[in-house]
């Protein structure tokens, strides 16, 4: 598996479980979606740079495997990884820890669109420089 590069601590919140006591679903890739913007925000300092760059990025797909599930309470970190960085394509993993268990793993893909049109088109060179410190 690729190296987790960064992590976001978090604490499970009352209103992210269910009626069973577990986190809901969907939570999960709400708590990725914010870890990569603070992967982002470490690397380039703001995700405003990107924007103002012309770029932005949207998710292509997503594979999430459940291992443990996590309850109300309980602290989390939620770490990502990056793969080279491709034409077009980014592809990030990222593992949900409970202490050392982990939790939940997912794969996910963005793809790089200008900012204004939301058009597909390569990652810009400075992109690629900064993320190749990451991979």
């Not at 949207?58 to 459940?66: D, K, R, S, T, Y």
């Not at 990056?82 to 893909?109: D, Y």
Request: aromatic content about 12%.
């Amino acid at each position: 598996m690729t190296q987790m590069s960064f992590g976001m601590p978090l604490r499970v919140r009352y209103v992210e479980c269910d009626m069973q006591g577990r986190v809901f679903n969907g939570h999960y890739l709400t708590w990725f979606d914010m870890a990569i913007n603070e992967a982002v925000r470490d690397i380039f300092g703001d995700y405003q740079v990107l924007l103002d760059g012309g770029i932005d990025f949207v998710v292509a797909a997503a594979e999430l495997q459940f291992r443990q599930p996590a309850r109300f309470d309980d602290e989390l970190v939620v770490g990502v990884g990056f793969e080279p960085v491709g034409r077009t394509s980014l592809s990030s993993r990222f593992a949900i820890r409970r202490g050392e268990e982990v939790i939940a793993e997912a794969t996910m893909i963005h793809v790089c669109v200008d900012a204004v049109t939301f058009e597909k088109r390569p990652w810009p060179d400075w992109f690629r420089e900064r993320m190749s410190s990451t991979c």
